[in-house]
C-alpha cells in the first residue's frame, strides 16, 4: 500500500524523495489539472507502470523534463526546427499545463504547479500519465483515486484538490494549438 504524503512534507523532505525516485520508486502526483502517476524514465518503469494501469505499455507516455535548458528538450527542439524562445512562447500563453508533441515521439510536459521545482531538483526526466484507468474519470483529489492503482505504488502526494481543467495541447510539427 502507499504512503501518502503531503506535499509540503514532499518538497521539505525533497533530497530523500529523489534518492526513492532514482530507485525507481513509482508516484502518484498533483499537477494544476488531475492527479498523474510517474516514475523515472527507464524500461522497467515504463512496463510497471503500464501493469498497474492496466495499458498497453506501447502505448506513448508524456515525459515532463526539469526545464528548457534540459539537453533532452533542446535536442527535441532542434530535431523539429523549433527555437526554445518559441517553445517559451507558446507555453506562456496558456496558464494550465501544456504538453508538446509531435506524432511519433513522446509528448513532453514542464507543468505548471509547484512540483516542477522536485522535477528540476532531480534532473532526470520522467514518464508519466494520469493516474486514472483509460475512460474512467481523472482525479482532482486524493480520494479519487482508484484504490488497485493507490495499492500499487510506492507514494502518494497529496495536494488537495487539483483545477481539473484538461491540458493544452501544442502540437509542433502541424502548427495546431488544441484547447480541450
Known amino acids: ?51 498497474i494501469k492496466h495499458r498497453n505499455w506501447n502505448k506513448m507516455f508524456s515525459i515532463i523534463v526539469p526545464n528548457f535548458d534540459y539537453e533532452w528538450i533542446v535536442n527535441w527542439c532542434k530535431k523539429f526546427w523549433i527555437s526554445i524562445d518559441k517553445l517559451k512562447d507558446q507555453l506562456a500563453k496558456y496558464h494550465w499545463v501544456t504538453r508538446i508533441f509531435s ?41 479519487l483515486i482508484n484504490k488497485e492503482i493507490a495499492d500499487n505504488v510506492d507514494y502518494i502526494i497529496d495536494d488537495w484538490i487539483c483545477a481539473g481543467k484538461p491540458s493544452v495541447l501544442i502540437d509542433f510539427v502541424d502548427g495546431k494549438v488544441i484547447e480541450r
Request: no cysteine; aromatic share 18%.
Open 103 to 143: 506524432h511519433k515521439d513522446p509528448w513532453i510536459r514542464i507543468i505548471k504547479h509547484d512540483f516542477q521545482h522536485f522535477v528540476e531538483n532531480l534532473w532526470m526526466p520522467f514518464i508519466t500519465t494520469s493516474v486514472n484507468i483509460s475512460w474512467d474519470v481523472a482525479a482532482t483529489e486524493v480520494n
Open 1 to 51: 500500500m502507499a504512503k501518502i504524503i503531503k506535499f509540503k512534507n514532499f518538497m521539505e523532505n525533497i533530497d530523500f524523495y529523489i534518492s526513492e525516485a532514482k530507485e525507481w520508486k513509482i508516484f502518484i502526483y498533483p499537477t494544476d489539472t488531475i492527479y498523474g502517476i510517474w516514475a523515472v524514465w527507464n524500461e522497467f518503469s515504463i512496463q510497471k507502470i503500464a501493469e
